[in-house]
Structures are given as structure tokens and as C-alpha cells.
T-cell receptor, first 111, second 116 residues
Framework: AQSVTQLGSHVSVSEGALVLLRCNYS??????LFWYVQYPNQGLQLLLK??????LVKGINGFEAEFKKSETSFHLTKPSAHMSDAAEYFC?????????FGGGTRVLVKP | ETGVTQTPRHLVMGMTNKKSLKCEQH?????MYWYKQSAKKPLELMFV???????ENNSVPSRFSPECPNSSHLFLHLHTLQPEDSALYLC???????????????FGSGTQLSVL
């Protein structure tokens, strides 16, 4: 069985500041890890994913995440927040054919 | 536009009503999913269909009844729901459900359901 924990259900950042969203997972097999973003009134969209290979993965809109096996983490970062980054972000882990989502982190960007 | 269309976008129903949610994907995918998104809870997988066969049912109450007539369409029939069933219901699709194939889900915009 696998699980995903996202620390902080809400994060507030200033425009231009670093965005850091934390995700920790547990999995009994090597995981595939994902970040999805949900803009208001829309479904989820894939932001980035880690399957194998390089542990630092880059996604759309300037986001990136680093897989750290020793810390069982897959934190999402963006160096400089933009107003359009206001959304809810979901970390997910897939082991086998089951995809498990975290509880989500809502990002508010202040001007 | 993700290629997954859900209707209606909003639905209000009484506890004795019968209604259906519809999902259609134009991506040629073989797998379709229903997820429930409630406030303050993680996304919950409800049902998975692969090639029109239900392959997963996550202990969902029988008042939710899925139907997958073909690989492009997925329905969720609702009957005698409870107020706690109010949530955003998201449909998703993927190429398949095998290990290498369902790496990416494509989601619809969801149906916001309110049960009075």
C-alpha cells in the first residue's frame, strides 16, 4: 500500500517569491511520482512526473521537483511565483497500477 | 481543453432524485476513471474501467452506479444520494491501466454536485 502526505493545506506566497510545496510518500515498491495542478473550476492537469532516471524533473510553467529516496520526498518548487500560479496542487504516487493522491495544497499568490 | 468532457458542470438534486453524470473522452484511451473530490479530503478513486470492463470498485455505496457502454463514454448514475455525497466528481482517462501505460491521467473539469 502507498500513501501521500502534503504538508500544509494552504500556502501563501508573494509574487516573485519562492514557491515550495512539500510532499512525502510511502510505498512498498519503487514509486512513480507526480504533481498535478488544479486551476479554479477545472480538472487536474499533469505538472510533472518522476519515473526513472534523473531525480530532478522539470515541468511546465517553471516548476520542478526533486525525488529524494532517502527522505521519501518529492517537493515541488518554483523560483519566482506568478499570479497565475494560484491554484491547488496535488502530489500523487503510483505503485503498480494504483494512483494515490495527497490532500492537496492551495497556493495563494499575493501581489 | 484536455480532451475529456464532463456534463453537466453543476447539478443540484434532492435525495429522492435519480440523475446521471456523463463523461466523454476524445483521446482514444482505453481506461476511464471516476474520482470524488470532497472539501478537506484527498481525491478518492471510485471506479476504474478498462476496455469497458470494471476493474476496480473502491467500496463505493450502491447508490452510485457506473456504466461504460464503450471506451469513449462513462456514466455515473445517482440514486437516493445523501447530503454528504455533495462533492466535485471528476472523470479521467488514460491510455491503459497497465504498469507502463497509465502514467498520465487526463481529467475533465468535473461536475459539482449538491445534494439537498
Amino acid at each position: 500500500a502507498q500513501s501521500v502526505t502534503q504538508l500544509g493545506s494552504h500556502v501563501s506566497v508573494s509574487e516573485g517569491a519562492l514557491v515550495l510545496l512539500r510532499c512525502n510518500y510511502s510505498s512498498s515498491v519503487p514509486p512513480y511520482l507526480f504533481w498535478y495542478v488544479q486551476y479554479p473550476n477545472q480538472g487536474l492537469q499533469l505538472l510533472l512526473k518522476y519515473t526513472t532516471g534523473a531525480t530532478l524533473v522539470k515541468g511546465i510553467n517553471g516548476f520542478e521537483a526533486e525525488f529524494k529516496k532517502s527522505e521519501t520526498s518529492f517537493h515541488l518548487t518554483k523560483p519566482s511565483a506568478h499570479m497565475s500560479d494560484a491554484a491547488e496542487y496535488f502530489c500523487a504516487v503510483r505503485a503498480g497500477n494504483k494512483l494515490t493522491f495527497g490532500g492537496g495544497t492551495r497556493v495563494l499568490v499575493k501581489p | 481543453e484536455t480532451g475529456v468532457t464532463q456534463t453537466p458542470r453543476h447539478l443540484v438534486m434532492g435525495m429522492t432524485n435519480k440523475k446521471s453524470l456523463k463523461c466523454e473522452q476524445h483521446l482514444g484511451h482505453n481506461a476511464m476513471y471516476w474520482y470524488k473530490q470532497s472539501a478537506k479530503k484527498p481525491l478518492e478513486l471510485m471506479f476504474v474501467y478498462s476496455l469497458e470492463e470494471r476493474v476496480e470498485n473502491n467500496s463505493v455505496p450502491s447508490r452510485f452506479s457506473p456504466e461504460c457502454p464503450n471506451s469513449s463514454h462513462l456514466f455515473l448514475h445517482l440514486h437516493t444520494l445523501q447530503p454528504e455525497d455533495s462533492a466535485l466528481y471528476l472523470c479521467a482517462s488514460s491510455q491503459g491501466v497497465g504498469n507502463a501505460k497509465n502514467e498520465k491521467l487526463f481529467f475533465g473539469s468535473g461536475t459539482q454536485l449538491s445534494v439537498l
